[in-house]
């Protein structure tokens, strides 16, 4: 090879580490600021490269056991709500698809998945389609 060849390779390569730590860092989950991170262990986006994607689109989320036992009472899954909507707008850059899952279906799907699942072990899938308590 010569040395314009080894220069196209390196340059090839060079971008696609750039992409590819680009690429994780929208995918790493983020541990929300206090107080919420007292009862969310991290917020996934469900689809990074496609946020606002109806099929696979919304959030994974892991709660900390005092996430999860707040869960249970209609205050808790409330507050959670909030915290894990707002994460994922701070991720994504976009707006909430409220028209898709409002705040209270979150809160509700966050309070069923806390009676039926451990989720401190267990990501809670709040997808922005309709099959949301069969994930």
Known sequence: MDIKKIAQMVVAV?????????TMA??????PPYPASDYIQDVTVGSPSDPLN????????LLTSDGDSAGLFWSGAWAISGWVIDSWEDQTGESWPYQWRSRENVATEIQYHCWIFDTTSRVTTISFYDGWMWD
């Open 14 to 22: 060079s971008l696609l580490a750039v992409m590819a730590i680009a």
């Open 26 to 31: 929208l995918v790493s989950a983020e541990t």
């Open 54 to 61: 109806y099929n696979n689109g919304g959030a994974r989320i």
